[in-house]
């Protein structure tokens, strides 16, 4: 577990999640599915079964290259970061990061600590040597946050999504540890 302190002196939390957590996990989603266009689901669209869920949550714990991550504050999750990898062998090395962090907390620095713990717990797993992430190419403040933190464009998914009667492109973004 990791602390930190907000801008305005709160503490925060960081923990890997376990099967406990499942149902608050679920429940954040479904709401910050509804404060932004930038995720893959929106408002009440992450539907998952509980009990899945928190097998889901388990099998992740026990894979040395992958990890779930939750920012708490005052018992109340704020923030969820993740890597996920192949269990195959030729793709161990790869994993996919995750993170969203909740409309009421964005710029307090949040973002920034959980992906800053994902890449630290990255570099002593000895398998990930490189993480990847897809972001639309209009969320210009995670992209910026990103490529401050060693990131690079590898490639564009044109029309990738499609969100009220729009489509966005998609960039693909890599970290080489």
Known sequence: ?????????????????????????????????????????????????????K???ESTRLEQNSI??????????IG???INSSQKKRMKHVG????????????????RKLMKQLIH??????MTKKISLVTREDNTHAIELYEKLGF?????????????DSYYNTFVMALFL
């Open 121 to 126: 717990w990255a570099t002593l797993n000895r």
């Open 80 to 82: 969820i970061s993740s």
């Open 96 to 111: 996919t990061l995750g993170i969203v962090v909740s409309e009421k907390f964005i710029g307090q620095g949040i973002g």
């Open 152 to 164: 690079e464009k590898e490639g564009l998914m044109k029309k990738d999504s499609f969100i009220n």
């Open 55 to 57: 097998e889901f949550i």
């Open 1 to 53: 577990m990791k602390k930190f302190h907000l801008k305005d002196g709160h503490e925060v939390k960081i923990i890997e999640a376990t099967k406990e957590y499942a149902q608050q996990i679920i429940d954040f989603y479904n709401v910050v599915g509804g404060e932004t266009d930038f995720l893959s689901f929106g408002k009440n669209e992450f539907n998952r079964n509980l009990e899945e869920y």
């Open 68 to 77: 779930i991550l939750l920012a708490i504050f005052q018992d109340e999750i």
